[in-house]
């Protein structure tokens, strides 16, 4: 998990079988997991919900960015959701629309960081690419970015 820089208050939070926090030499932290799927998940409650990264708020989706071409895969993770065959177009569309923006926003020093904490674990669950999205520029008027699945 990689904070972006306005979610770092959640460090004050120790979470559960983990290596705790580090930081990269560019600033950016990131928790250093000992592969438990969940560190923050305590007695069957969210420890951190009132202030519960992207990562959290986006599961069982996350991007990989692909820094070459300026694009992201929105990627499904399989094993620790029981929800993840069921999820909503609505969630998912709101989802492409958070990695848009992180894509446009992110500098390319996180977004690295970010595959690099994420691309194994992902791939150790059964992950399957969602869907494959181009970088667009959004407006607040513009309609969701359509792809197909």
């Known amino acids: 998990m990689v904070l972006l820089p306005s979610e770092e208050r959640a460090r ?18 990131y928790l250093a997991s000992d592969g438990c799927p969940c560190p923050f998940f305590v007695g069957g409650l969210c420890s951190v ?34 929800l993840h065959r069921r999820l909503t177009g609505d969630f998912v569309e709101a989802c492409a629309d958070v990695c848009h923006l992180l894509n446009s926003e992110m500098p390319v020093e996180w977004k690295r960081l970010y595959n690099t904490q994420n691309r194994p674990r992902l791939m150790d669950t059964g992950a399957s690419v969602l869907r494959s999205l181009p970088l667009v520029t959004l407006s607040a008027s513009a309609p969701h970015a359509a792809a197909s699945p």
């Open 12 to 29: 004050k939070y120790e979470p559960l079988s983990t290596g705790g926090f580090a930081v990269t030499t560019q600033g950016f932290h």
């Open 49 to 82: 919900y009132p202030i519960r990264p992207i990562d959290c708020r986006m599961f069982p989706l996350f991007p990989l960015f692909e820094i070459e071409t300026d694009s992201f895969s929105l990627v499904r993770a399989g094993k620790y959701c029981p």
